[in-house]
């Protein structure tokens, strides 16, 4: 695949605080990327560094394989999209979307037509003569985001464009930009620090943390198999217990786990000895909850004995904290899914777990 962006070995300091540490990065042509990580991690800089708006310190910047590093970001077939919508208050909703036509000096007929088709593909031709005062936030949102791509740009980077939204509306436009980025084609790079929206709408997820990118890979493994114990803690929900190698078998092994017996674990990282300090972490949706007479777990599976602590009752999820012997784990589960009443059960109910082998994800800690 065709890079549409790189960065080679790319750093940038800010006085005393280095935002990006040597990164290295690739995008194809056509990708959509997301930049995951806590503030500070220094996505929003790398967004920067590519968009022309921050020169890097010290590597590369190539868009289309020509280095771009000193090229100012209106020289760069780049848009940028941000959270505050930066629409122009004067103009009208026509005006603020044909913007970029106009400064290229283009047919009028031309402009009118490829403004059109933009507020079709979003639902708001209607709204072509309305000021921005007197829309919406999601109509100011797809209207910046028209904007941004009535250029054709090679690559649109995205702010956290979506942060300024109330929730339903944030889901209503993951969806309008993943359908937009399927039949546009076009190299989208989205900055974010909210997890699922990561999950949701990337090909691939950058994790961040320090200026440095920890982890590149696609959703499903970056969820399913986290590179490392940040990682791991970071994306989605997570139980974290403190624990020690008590055996090795091949791939996997066992792991003393508080005041349980040793616990099965699939996969242990080959530099882990029998004796070392881990961390494990498991996802609550991993881990079966039973009431009275357990089916008979499968093969591979640990079956550990707890009593409940707490019910937390969430909509289509329904959250379990439940005690173990000196450490409390998070259970999640559907309502319909479970295999009894959870609102006839009290705290100190006696509970049985299926907890997979597959499920413990090791860390040296």
């Given at each position: 695949?065709?890079?549409?962006?790189?960065?080679?070995?790319?750093?940038?300091?800010?006085?005393?605080?280095?935002?990006?540490?040597?990164?290295?990065?690739?995008?194809?042509?056509?990708?959509?990327?997301?930049?995951?990580?806590?503030?500070?991690?220094?996505?929003?800089?790398?967004?920067?560094?590519?968009?022309?708006?921050?020169?890097?310190?010290?590597?590369?910047?190539?868009?289309?394989?020509?280095?771009?590093?000193?090229?100012?970001?209106?020289?760069?077939?780049?848009?940028?999209?941000?959270?505050?919508?930066?629409?122009?208050?004067?103009?009208?909703?026509?005006?603020?979307?044909?913007?970029?036509?106009?400064?290229?000096?283009?047919?009028?007929?031309?402009?009118?037509?490829?403004?059109?088709?933009?507020?079709?593909?979003?639902?708001?031709?209607?709204?072509?003569?309305?000021?921005?005062?007197?829309?919406?936030?999601?109509?100011?949102?797809?209207?910046?985001?028209?904007?941004?791509?009535?250029?054709?740009?090679?690559?649109?980077?995205?702010?956290?464009?979506?942060?300024?939204?109330?929730?339903?509306?944030?889901?209503?436009?993951?969806?309008?930009?993943?359908?937009?980025?399927?039949?546009l084609g076009i190299t989208f790079i989205l900055v974010t620090h909210d997890q699922e929206e990561a999950?949701?709408?990337?090909?691939?997820?950058?994790?961040?943390?320090?200026?440095?990118?920890?982890?590149?890979?696609?959703?499903?493994?970056?969820?399913?198999?986290?590179?490392?114990?940040?990682?791991?803690?970071?994306?989605?929900?997570?139980?974290?217990?403190?624990?020690?190698?008590?055996?090795?078998?091949?791939?996997?092994?066992?792991?003393?786990?508080?005041?349980?017996?040793?616990?099965?674990?699939?996969?242990?990282?080959?530099?882990?000895?029998?004796?070392?300090?881990?961390?494990?972490?498991?996802?609550?949706?991993?881990?079966?909850?039973?009431?009275?007479?357990?089916?008979?777990?499968?093969?591979?599976?640990?079956?550990?004995?707890?009593?409940?602590?707490?019910?937390?009752?969430?909509?289509?999820?329904?959250?379990?904290?439940?005690?173990?012997?000196?450490?409390?784990?998070?259970?999640?589960?559907?309502?319909?899914?479970?295999?009894?009443?959870?609102?006839?059960?009290?705290?100190?109910?006696?509970?049985?777990?299926?907890?997979?082998?597959?499920?413990?994800?090791?860390?040296?800690?």
């Open positions: 695949m065709v890079a549409s962006v790189r960065l080679t070995n790319v750093s940038k300091r800010f006085d005393e605080l280095e935002a990006v540490r040597e990164l290295s990065l690739s995008v194809e042509e056509g990708e959509f990327l997301t930049l995951l990580g806590p503030s500070g991690c220094g996505k929003t800089t790398t967004l920067r560094i590519i968009s022309g708006f921050e020169v890097p310190d010290e590597g590369s910047v190539l868009i289309d394989d020509k280095v771009v590093n000193h090229v100012p970001p209106f020289r760069r077939n780049v848009n940028t999209v941000f959270q505050n919508y930066a629409l122009f208050p004067h103009m009208t909703v026509f005006e603020n979307v044909a913007y970029g036509l106009s400064l290229r000096k283009a047919p009028r007929g031309q402009i009118a037509k490829k403004v059109h088709e933009m507020l079709e593909r979003v639902g708001l031709v209607a709204k072509a003569r309305n000021m921005p005062r007197e829309l919406s936030g999601g109509e100011m949102q797809r209207i910046a985001l028209v904007r941004a791509l009535i250029n054709e740009p090679r690559v649109l980077l995205l702010d956290e464009p979506l942060g300024a939204l109330d929730a339903k509306l944030r889901y209503a436009m993951q969806l309008e930009l993943k359908h937009m980025h399927k039949n999950l949701v709408m990337s090909d691939r997820i950058g994790v961040m943390k320090s200026g440095r990118m920890l982890q590149l890979d696609t959703p499903r493994e970056i969820f399913e198999r986290p590179g490392s114990r940040f990682v791991a803690e970071f994306i989605g929900t997570g139980n974290l217990l403190q624990g020690t190698v008590s055996a090795r078998s091949g791939s996997g092994g066992k792991i003393a786990l508080g005041e349980t017996r040793a616990w099965e674990a699939a996969a242990i990282p080959d530099e882990i000895p029998v004796g070392a300090r881990v961390a494990v972490v498991m996802r609550p949706q991993k881990i079966g909850l039973y009431l009275d007479h357990p089916p008979q777990p499968p093969a591979g599976c640990n079956v550990v004995r707890a009593s409940l602590q707490e019910i937390f009752y969430a909509g289509s999820i329904v959250r379990f904290f439940v005690d173990i012997g000196g450490a409390t784990l998070l259970v999640e589960n559907i309502p319909e899914n479970l295999p009894f009443d959870y609102l006839s059960i009290r705290p100190g109910a006696a509970l049985t777990l299926h907890v997979p082998a597959s499920a413990l994800l090791i860390y040296r800690d």
